[in-house]
């Protein structure tokens, strides 16, 4: 199966949720680092091909047009990120 929204492949992810604001934007929360399956989500940190992506409740990540995205990469935390990536 091929997804149609960036949300539906992240969605796939493990250690990924998709949560739904009141308008209907998707938005990725990661519970990596978490003890458990039941440890609080945070919100995720996006970077569009290196610069922060801003989600906000109007957009989501379904603001990113998905037929643009050529790979998505989920770290743990900033420890396992690229050093280019945790500025």
């Known amino acids: 199966l091929h997804p ?12 990924v949720r ?3 604001s009141p ?3 998707a938005l990725p929360q990661t519970s990596r680092g978490g003890a458990s ?3 609080p989500c945070r ?3 996006v970077l569009l ?3 922060r992506f801003a989600l906000s409740d109007a957009r989501g990540i379904d603001g990113i047009p998905w037929q643009n995205v050529s790979a998505v ?3 743990q ?3 396992q990120a690229p050093p280019e990536f945790n500025r």
């Open 4 to 15: 149609s929204r960036l949300s539906d492949a992240l969605a796939r992810i493990p250690g």
């Open 18 to 20: 998709i949560v739904y």
């Open 23 to 25: 308008s209907g934007a």
């Open 37 to 39: 399956l039941r440890a």
């Open 43 to 45: 919100a995720m940190t």
């Open 49 to 51: 091909d290196g610069t």
């Open 73 to 75: 990469e989920v770290y």
């Open 77 to 79: 935390g900033g420890a």
